[in-house]
């Protein structure tokens, strides 16, 4: 690893850990309650920020792997995919393989041994199918067809983050946008960013980042 990105190795490994045990932990509630959309909201905000942050540090295969988890519970957060056994077992295979991985990173081998392709395959193969399945439905007309896109670089939230904000103003909490800006030629803009987004989430909760 670059020497510019190895003293960040110890914030990415804690951030790694921390997300590995929210998924441990909201995996089995979401095997018990498939639509607790909270808990949906949770794993997918935990797979988001380790595709983020494995993707800054370098690590492809763990990048690969929380892209699809992350899309499969995009699905299921829209109502698209509803959770059953087999995908249920390959988000905890998953889920067991990045630990693997998480390892083999500590003993300095990086993740690029592993090989998921089969895994990649198993979770492509269930998103697939709840887009066959949508595709079967007839079409219905999107309710804000004649608004704009949103501009490149714009931080748009979904109703998911916006119940939180409105929960956070019914506990009299703050809800605060932050705006970073790096310098244009900062090498490891990413890497800092991961660190920027470390410690305001131990000065409160982060509902969404851009980028990831």
Excluded: C
């Excluded at 829209?78 to 889920?95: E, H, I, Q, T």
């Excluded at 990086?110 to 990649?120: A, H, P, Q, V």
């Excluded at 790096?182 to 410690?199: I, K, P």
């Amino acid at each position: 690893m670059d020497d510019g990105m190895s003293e960040y190795l110890g914030i990415f490994l804690d951030e790694l850990e921390e997300q590995l045990q929210i998924l441990d932990e909201r995996l089995l509630l979401l095997e018990r309650d498939p639509a607790d959309s909270g808990t949906i909201g949770i794993v997918f905000r935990a797979a988001h920020t380790l595709k983020g942050s494995s993707a800054a540090m370098g690590f492809g295969r763990i990048k690969e792997l929380t892209h699809q988890m992350e899309n499969l519970f995009e699905l299921m957060r829209s109502g698209r995919l509803a959770p059953n056994a087999s995908l249920m077992n390959a988000l905890f295979r998953s889920v067991d393989e990045i630990k693997t991985m998480k390892a083999a990173i500590q003993a300095g081998e990086g993740d690029e041994g592993r090989d998921i392709r089969d895994l990649l395959r198993q979770l492509a193969d269930h998103a697939r199918e709840a887009a066959d399945a949508e595709e079967r439905e007839p079409r219905k007309p999107a309710a804000d067809e004649g608004e704009p896109a949103p501009d490149e670089g714009e931080l748009v939230l979904d109703g998911f983050h916006r119940k939180a904000i409105y929960h956070a103003w019914d506990q009299k909490l703050n809800a605060l946008r932050v705006l970073i800006r790096f310098a244009s030629d900062e090498s490891f803009a990413y890497a800092r960013a991961l660190v920027v987004h470390r410690t305001l989430e131990e000065m409160g909760e982060v509902i969404a980042s851009f980028p990831s």
